[in-house]
């Protein structure tokens, strides 16, 4: 009852349900786009992957956004995130055009996809830049007792669209497929996302220009780049839970992106064959519906667990819980047993990153959300291609190996042992007071 009237009083800031619209829009419409990608690039008839090709495309589409990271972080500080999420979804539709302009030629030549991958470089790019900019205004919206319940609601109604664009981007192609070439039916879902992101684009527009900060406006200049990412770095020092956090959520990310890894591979190599290129994207598609249904999971969970039990406690049980998880059900190799390993594995994840959003927006000061929030999506960048990459040194071709299964899980209870011991007396409950019933006055419209 203590989360249904957070949520509901959560509704009536104004601009908290006009922010959460764009989240939707856009992110349903990023699923959209991973269903092409995947499409094009995974599952296509003459192409076994491996963990290497996914390692490949992981380091293409994530690695430039943390090389860029800093850049834009300076500027989500500086320039109006209205606009901002205006302007990357505006450029998002072009670039999805694009992409659709060179799959409907049909044609695989080293210069066309030398193309298509620098096109999709630049779509991701804009994409974790845009989900910065959304977790950085996302303060201005809500009182500061509401982080934690917020970010509950906010991180996972967001991957909430990303599975319904997966659904819908799963639908349209295997029914696109029956009626017209691999090919053409994949350019159709680029040229569907482009829509979408038009679409969000239009609702960012109904959130006033100034109403998500930042609160101070200062011209950015060249040197800001470097000065900015030291100051955000120097403050997430002092700030010992922030950073505790992020080091924490790197960490787990690697491993469970080792863990994604292997669960592509064995949906694509070891459960079919390399011919049935839709039963594999339809199972494929199901699992990541089911780790999605975890994430919302996860949202109903964490704020009363939290108000319990505190933060602190929460994501040492939720790195425990993986390690299990990671070993029954993740170690039977049978498509049931890892569809209830996906959804406890998504549960435990979206908790302990519901809970680092939290210790980032309630120790950091508003002027550092945006950069510090950049350096939390370059961590999750990192992390994810660094996974990929072990994925291709010690994963076999189907993904099955329950040996390296096991290390993973020892590597949780290590995560967990050490974020145990260093977070000893650090206090981690700030953003979580409205679950625990204490008064507070609304200072967003409503």
């Not at 469970?256 to 339809?282: C, K, P, Q, S, W």
């Amino acid at each position: 009852m203590e989360l249904v009237r957070s949520l509901r009083r959560l509704w009536r800031h104004r601009y908290f349900r006009r922010l959460l619209a764009v989240r939707v829009a856009t992110q349903s419409c990023d699923g959209l786009l991973q269903i092409a990608l995947a499409s094009y690039v995974l599952f296509s008839p003459e192409r076994q992957p491996d963990a290497r090709s996914i390692a490949v495309v992981l380091a293409i589409t994530l690695l430039p956004f943390s090389v860029l990271g800093p850049f834009v972080g300076v500027v989500l500080d500086r320039w109006s995130r209205r606009q901002i999420l205006v302007v990357v979804d505006l450029s998002r539709a072009l670039l999805a055009l694009g992409l659709a302009g060179l799959v409907a030629t049909g044609l695989r030549t080293p210069g066309i996809e030398t193309i298509f991958y620098g096109g999709v470089l630049l779509a991701m790019s804009l994409n974790r830049f845009l989900l910065a900019a959304l977790s950085a205004s996302l303060p201005h919206t809500i009182d500061e007792d509401e982080y934690m319940v917020a970010n509950s609601v906010v991180p996972t109604i967001g991957p909430a669209g990303a599975v319904i664009g997966i659904g819908v981007g799963t639908g349209l192609r295997l029914l696109l497929g029956r009626s017209m070439p691999d090919y053409t039916a994949n350019a159709v879902l680029f040229a569907v996302a482009a829509a979408g992101f038009v679409l969000s684009s239009s609702l960012a527009l109904r959130i006033p220009r100034n109403q998500l900060g930042p609160d101070v406006h200062e011209p950015t200049r060249a040197r800001d780049v470097v000065a900015g990412l030291a100051e955000a770095l120097r403050h997430l020092r002092s700030k010992r839970p922030a950073g505790l956090g992020l080091l924490t959520i790197g960490a787990h990310r690697v491993v469970y992106g080792v863990v994604t890894v292997a669960m592509i591979l064995a949906y694509r190599n070891y459960f079919h064959t390399l011919d049935e290129v839709d039963a594999a994207l339809a199972d494929l598609s199901l699992l990541a519906v089911v780790t999605g249904a975890g994430f919302v999971v996860a949202a109903v969970v964490t704020p009363p667990v939290t108000a319990r039990i505190g933060v602190r406690r929460w994501l040492v049980l939720c790195l425990v819980g993986s390690a299990v998880f990671q070993v029954v059900p993740g170690a039977i190799y049978a498509k049931l047993p890892l569809l209830g390993a996906a959804f406890l594995l998504g549960v435990t994840a979206q908790n302990i990153k519901i809970c680092v959003d939290t210790l980032v927006q309630a120790h950091v000061a508003d002027e550092l959300k945006g950069r510090v929030f950049v350096l939390y999506d370059m961590v999750f960048n990192v992390a994810l291609v660094l996974a990929a990459v072990l994925g291709a040194l010690v994963l076999p071709a189907n993904g099955v190996s329950i040996p390296i299964l096991l290390v993973l899980a020892a590597c949780y209870l290590a995560f967990a042992l050490v974020f145990a011991l260093v977070s000893r007396g650090m206090s981690m409950n700030e953003g979580t007071e409205s679950l625990r019933g204490q008064p507070t006055a609304a200072t967003s419209a409503s």
